[in-house]
């Protein structure tokens, strides 16, 4: 994470408007209820009216805040109503996949404002990489004809584990052609704003909590199937990292002891299984064995095996199910150990819905010790392929909701 700026939610030589977490407080009932009395945040706070009135000012200066009048009266007096404003500012958030780079532009309330998705080699190119990142967050920002001055900060997803003490050091394991490289450096350096960094499983999960199936619910896991597999863990509210960010990394659980090679280093990882190359390797040796199947006059794609899949081909379908099977270990496990609320499936592999979930649900059924739980609740994201970006964007959100002074405090050159 970098931050930047004066802290500009003080006044005069350091007096405080409040003690930070009451702003905090404050604010994210602003957020939360959209339009709300002062006396309603006094009331429910606990704070005086005076706290909420040295609170309440500089968030209406920026124009965060607005007082757009009376509301109805309950038997007294008719109060004024402050509401957030969702479009004070935007928020770019960036997918950076292993194959791939999407950005999205957001408000403060989810609404999309731009999209923009490259396929690219980020694992072997990382200079054309941060190219296209900057070019695409440009296009964002160009196509929704807003200011730069309004960009609150920039989130990024990344397909690495990520130390929350380090940040913005990437797995050499994972992408060793980035060894020594900044994801974040052009970004700051182009736009001044502070930027976010965490792992794309991590931020799924936190787009889901937010906005999609994992909504109202304090503990699920949220599973990324693309060219790696990774897991996203929400614990009583909150991303579970770990003790140096690599909590979640369930592409490298043991499947096949004697399996192949894993870039990890051990053999019969979840990730030389259920990737996109091995769910491709798996349809090209079973062609043979299908000779009606479309997949013989198409480019093999992970995205035409989809296709096909929805289109109920047979060897598509057995494809799924083979990855089912092993995805339904993996989560067995893990509902074994963890227990969480719900399983959220994310990843290009989601769009399948029953066709995926149906197999994972009976390979779980079988592996698992509450046989009457344990796979009612494995549903696909609701939010589809831009909920790593959303997440990222989501991350920014909720990191200035906890600290007022990011909306103030950046510097906007």
Same mark, same amino acid.
């Given at each position: 994470m970098s931050e930047s700026g004066p802290r500009s939610w003080e006044r005069g030589q350091g007096?405080?408007?409040?003690?930070?977490?009451?702003?905090d407080s404050v604010l994210r009932m602003l957020w939360e209820e959209r339009q709300i009395s002062r006396a309603d945040i006094a009331r429910r706070t606990g704070l005086s009216r005076s706290t909420v009135s040295r609170i309440v000012p500089p968030m209406v200066a920026m124009r965060l805040v607005a007082d757009v009048g009376v509301g109805p009266s309950r038997g007294g007096r008719r109060p004024r109503l402050l509401e957030f404003r969702d479009d004070s500012f935007v928020i770019l958030g960036v997918d950076m996949g292993a194959t791939h780079v &999407?950005?999205?532009?957001?408000? =403060?309330?989810?609404? =999309?404002?731009?999209?923009?998705?490259?396929?690219h080699p980020v694992r072997a190119d990382p200079a054309g990489t941060s190219d296209l990142i900057l070019?695409?967050?440009?296009?964002? =920002?160009?196509? &929704?004809r807003l200011s730069r001055r309004r960009l609150l900060g920039i989130g990024m997803a990344v397909p690495s584990p990520v130390d929350p003490r380090d940040p913005e050091r990437l797995s050499a394991v994972v992408l060793p052609s980035w060894r020594g490289r900044s994801v974040v450096q052009s970004l700051r350096d182009r736009y001044g704003v502070p930027v976010f960094v965490d792992n794309d499983a991590n931020l799924g999960a936190l787009a889901e909590h937010w906005w999609g199936a994992g909504r109202g619910i304090d503990d699920f896991a949220y599973i990324k199937v693309a060219t790696g597999i990774g897991s996203g863990h929400m614990i009583r509210g909150q991303i579970y990292r770990g003790a140096t960010g690599v909590a979640g990394e369930i592409g490298h659980v043991t499947i096949d002891p004697n399996g192949?090679?894993?870039?990890?280093?051990?053999?019969?990882?979840l990730a030389t299984l259920i990737g996109t190359e091995p769910l491709l390797d798996r349809a090209r040796a079973l062609l043979p064995q299908f000779p009606e199947s479309p997949l013989h006059h198409a480019e093999l794609t992970i995205t035409a095996l989809e296709d096909e899949a929805l289109a109920d081909d047979p060897l598509a379908l057995q494809v799924?199910?083979?990855?089912?099977g092993y995805l339904g270990i993996a989560v067995a496990g893990m509902l074994n150990l963890m227990n969480p609320a719900r399983v959220i499936v994310g990843g290009g592999?989601?769009? +399948?819905?029953?066709? +995926? +979930?149906?197999?994972?649900?009976?390979?779980?059924l079988r592996r698992t010790l509450v046989h009457s739980v344990a796979a009612s609740d494995i549903q696909t994201s609701e939010l589809g392929p831009r909920d790593i970006a959303l997440g990222a964007a989501t991350y920014v959100l909720d990191s200035a909701l906890s600290d007022p002074r990011l909306f103030s405090g950046v510097n906007r050159s």
């Open positions: 007096d405080p408007v409040g003690p930070r977490p009451l702003a &999407s950005v999205a532009l957001m408000n =403060l309330r989810e609404r =999309l404002l731009a999209w923009q998705h490259r396929f070019d695409l967050c440009a296009k964002c =920002l160009a196509e &929704s192949v090679p894993c870039i990890c280093g051990n053999r019969g990882c799924v199910a083979e990855a089912a592999i989601a769009r +399948l819905k029953e066709r +995926l +979930l149906a197999p994972l649900r009976e390979a779980v």
